[in-house]
């Protein structure tokens, strides 16, 4: 069965960092895509960035845009999300996803994840 699990949530100051992964379970996550969303209450799911499952292509909203980076370990079947200078407005649950059929440019991701696990509260505050 396929199954997503985050970890690597918590309590950080502005300015600090937090690493978030993503281990899958039932599948191998080599030729996926896997995408990571955030939600915060009053808001709409955002995107927040993708890599490709054909060729590690990678995907930043701009408002992530050189503050996160994501990458995968295909030996440990496990993507992260490395965030550094967290801003308060970062505050939300996060969640990973993935899909054999979504498409990853560096400039916007095509399709819809089809399986998400059950996210990861990341809160910024001082």
């Known amino acids: 069965q396929v199954q997503l699990v985050e970890s690597g949530g918590g309590l950080v100051q502005p300015g600090g960092s937090l690493r978030l992964s993503c281990t899958a379970s039932?599948?191998?996550?080599?030729?996926?895509?896997i995408g990571w969303f955030r939600q915060s209450p009053g808001k709409e799911r955002e995107g927040v960035s993708c890599?490709?499952?054909?060729?590690?292509?990678?995907y930043y909203a701009d408002s992530v845009k050189g503050r996160f980076t994501i990458s995968r370990d295909n030996a440990k079947n496990t993507v992260y999300l490395q965030m550094n200078s967290l801003k308060p407005e970062d505050t939300a649950v996060y969640y990973c996803?993935?899909?054999?059929?979504?498409?990853?440019?560096?400039?916007?991701?095509?399709?819809?994840?089809?399986?998400w696990g059950q996210g990861t509260q990341v809160t910024v505050s001082s």
């Open positions: 996803a993935t899909d054999l059929e979504v498409i990853v440019t560096n400039r916007g991701v095509h399709g819809a994840f089809g399986y």
């Open positions: 890599i490709s499952g054909s060729d590690d292509t990678t």
């Open positions: 039932g599948f191998t996550l080599d030729d996926w895509a």
